[in-house]
């Protein structure tokens, strides 16, 4: 079922990332005109993910459909968590040394942009885990065999994308030749698959859940409708 305001909530989530796909259509660089398009960065990628995952929301919360409902529950198991990674790991390195993330070649992005890209999603996501969704019910061996997944296919994406434009999308996996290519996307499958773990306990202390999705507290479960 629906909860209260969460379809204006999911409206307002989905007009920042229409801005942010806005802006990638309006400020055309490079990256425009070479293989894989912006999809070659993991923030694009996990931005389409988050759009898609509000949007199935919006649809569930006009229709009440619960198949709407299920699917957009589902992608959010894999759309938040690698939010959370894609937040952590661009503010960190842009922290350590910028140029790890942003080619010096390619103008840089105003703070709006940047927030909308890098921040404003996750943010999105979980709020809406949060205060509009029942817990994920996947359990932590399927998360990291997700987050592993996840990661096996970006990095087969981003060598595809490498052998047709002679570049990589992030500076840092050129710097860190194949070895360390290698441990980077290991170390973020592990990151999100922690992530996910993360997210559940959080729910649970915020919604009075444990980890498994069973009620701690009968009351605060029958307050909250599931979907």
């Known amino acids: 079922m629906s ?8 409206l307002a989530c989905l007009a920042s990332n229409i801005f942010s796909f806005h802006w990638l ?5 490079r990256i425009n005109e070479s293989f894989g398009w912006h999809f070659q960065y993991l923030t694009i990628i996990g ?45 960190g390195l842009r922290a350590i040394d910028p140029a790890l993330v942003l080619p010096p070649d390619l103008p840089q992005l105003p703070l709006a ?3 909308s890209f890098h921040l404003f999603p996750v943010l999105g996501l979980l709020a809406d885990l949060l205060l509009f969704s029942p817990p ?24 595809l994308c490498f052998a047709n434009n002679g570049f990589y999308p992030y500076p840092i996996f050129d710097e860190a030749g194949l ?7 290991a170390g973020s499958a592990v990151v999100m698959g922690v992530a996910t773990a993360l997210l559940k306990s959080v729910y649970g202390a915020v919604n009075g859940w ?13 307050s909250r409708k599931a979907r």
């Open 3 to 10: 909860y209260p305001n969460s379809d204006c909530y999911q």
């Open 25 to 29: 259509m309006t400020h055309p660089n």
């Open 47 to 91: 931005l389409s993910l988050t759009t898609l995952t509000f949007s199935i929301g919006l649809l569930a919360d006009i229709s009440l459909s619960p198949a709407l409902f299920r699917i957009k529950n589902s992608l959010s198991v894999a759309s938040a968590p690698m939010e959370l990674l894609i937040t952590l790991l661009y503010w």
């Open 113 to 115: 942009a940047d927030m």
């Open 136 to 159: 994920y019910a996947i359990a932590t061996i399927p998360a990291f065999g997700l987050s592993a997944g996840i990661a096996l296919v970006y990095y087969a994406w981003v060598e």
């Open 179 to 185: 070895q360390g290519r290698v441990i980077l996307f």
């Open 210 to 222: 444990d980890v498994d999705g069973d009620a701690s507290h009968p009351a605060t479960r029958e």
